[in-house]
Nanobody, 116 residues
């Protein structure tokens, strides 16, 4: 059974950092493209970052480029999103996502709140 479980969210002040994790089970995470999305209150879910299956190439939304880093720990079958220099507008529920055998799978999300 394919499952994604996010963790690591919380409350942080502007300028602070958080590291989100996405633990995968039921498939080998390193073989698939992994992405992070986020959804702020009253807004549509938006793409944040993607890491390729092979080679590990990455892409980022302009709004997070230079501040966020997506990575994989293949030994732990886990993806991460390192978030630095957090801003108020980064407040959202963050989700990890993969497409496994043509089907999208999402985690349950983890809340990130940036507030002073």
């Amino acid at each position: 059974q394919v499952r994604l479980v996010e963790s690591g969210g919380g409350l942080v002040q502007p300028g602070g950092s958080l590291r989100l994790s996405c633990a995968a089970s039921g498939f080998t995470l390193s073989a698939y493209v992994m992405s992070w999305y986020r959804q702020a209150p009253g807004k549509e879910r938006e793409w944040v970052a993607t890491i390729a299956a092979s080679g590990g190439s990455t892409n980022y939304a302009d709004s997070v480029k230079g501040r966020f880093t997506i990575s994989r720990d293949n030994a732990k079958n886990t993806a991460h999103l390192q978030m630095n220099s957090l801003k108020l507008e980064d407040t959202a529920v963050y989700y990890c996502k993969t497409n496994y055998l043509g089907w999208p799978y999402w985690g349950q999300g983890t809340q990130v709140t940036v507030s002073s």
